[in-house]
């Protein structure tokens, strides 16, 4: 297996001990005299052993520690070279800091038992003072690089951990941002649908109308009930534009439409309805005098009402459509049934939304939603939009 180049940074430190301990060398200046090996280039040896270790400190740092201690210790059987032994404390650092958390964890422990071993055998053997100054260099050597390399070590991880955590709390930050901005599109797109596609939808069967029949009659009366709704549609579109420029922070509009707007509604669904043979029916069992539902529940449930009264005009066969609404003590049970088949005269087309808005509004709070064909006894069948809302605002996890 081939090791990786070293960094040029370790080659450079490196090539400074070497040449460090050359110029040592070279004056003569040695850490003793009278050794085993006093021959003159027998310091060398471990100095250019050194120097290869010192190259390889991150690349392999627990193969070069080992290499490293050899050579220190038969440094020691020479007159020594000061370059060798600073080298050797840079190793001991570098296996540390650069080496695998076991190794990093190990390393001090093991250092500082050479330490108390080396001082112990010299004092037993020398029974001097001198022993103690023994063991205190070669804590300086060996313990006090391990253990300045575990404080770096710790320092870095715990710098890197921070990091990491101000990432992970800025992506969480970026997501509920981003969560927080499709809820409130979705919550823009409910409300922009709801108010607007009524009108919308009256005023594309009635232009139909007037288009297709050559009565002046009816021509009129389609164009009376266009400007109607026109007006009434720009009206809340302005309203929908103030609240998005409205700075206040509120989340629903200031003056948000109730289930007590329910007969208005209706009466301008039959007006809308009248030409397609729409008749409207309202059936609230609600008992007087009960207390105020959430704001919110209140606005879905007009809106549903709102949506289901517009995909009638839009869809629904000649016959009545029925508006139910029934409160017991846990929720408001919200029913609109209207003729399902097929219809003669204009009809303007669909895309959907209006069912999902409707799901949506409904999963917010936490209630039931189903809309679907329903067949009767009698063999008839009604589209039928059901939503159970809980009479206290709540969340669907809660």
Known sequence: MRLPRPPRDDLLIALAGLVGGLLLWSFGLYTTDDRIFDQRWAPLVPLAVMTVAEAGRRVAPQTVLIIGTVAVAADQFTNGSLATVLMFTDVVYAAVV???????????????????????????????????????????????????????????????????????????????????????????????????????????????????????????????????????????????????????????????????????????????????????????????????????????AYRIVQESLTNALKHAAPGTVAVFLARDARALTVRVSSPYGDRPGPRAPGSGAGLVGMRERVALLGGEFEAGPVSAGDGTKTWQVRAVLPAEERTPDA
Request: aromatic content about 4%; hydrophobic content about 45%.
């Open 98 to 300: 650069y080496g695998t958390p076991a190794q990093a964890r190990r390393i001090p422990y093991s250092t500082a038992l050479v330490t108390v071993g080396v001082t112990v055998v010299f004092l037993v053997w020398w029974q001097n003072a001198i022993a103690l100054l023994v063991g205190a260099l070669t804590g300086i050597v060996s313990f006090l690089p391990a253990v300045t390399g575990s404080i770096v070590r710790n320092h870095r991880e715990a710098a890197e951990a921070a990091r990491l955590r101000a990432e992970q709390t800025a992506l969480l930050a970026e997501m509920d941002r981003a969560q927080a901005v499709t809820a409130e599109r979705s919550r823009m797109a409910r409300e922009l649908h709801d108010m607007v596609a009524n009108h919308l939808s009256a005023i594309a069967i009635h232009s139909t109308a007037a288009l297709s029949l050559d009565d002046p009659a009816t021509t009129r009366q389609a164009l009376t009930v266009i400007r109607e709704n026109s007006v009434d549609g720009l009206a809340e579109m302005r309203r929908l534009i103030g609240l998005l420029r409205d700075s206040s922070g509120d989340t629903e509009p200031a003056a948000a439409p109730t289930l007590a707007g329910l007969e208005a509604l209706l009466a301008q669904a039959r007006t809308n309805g009248e030409s397609s043979g729409l008749g409207f029916a309202l059936e609230d069992t609600r008992p007087a005098g009960e207390e105020a539902l959430p704001a919110p529940v209140e606005l879905a």
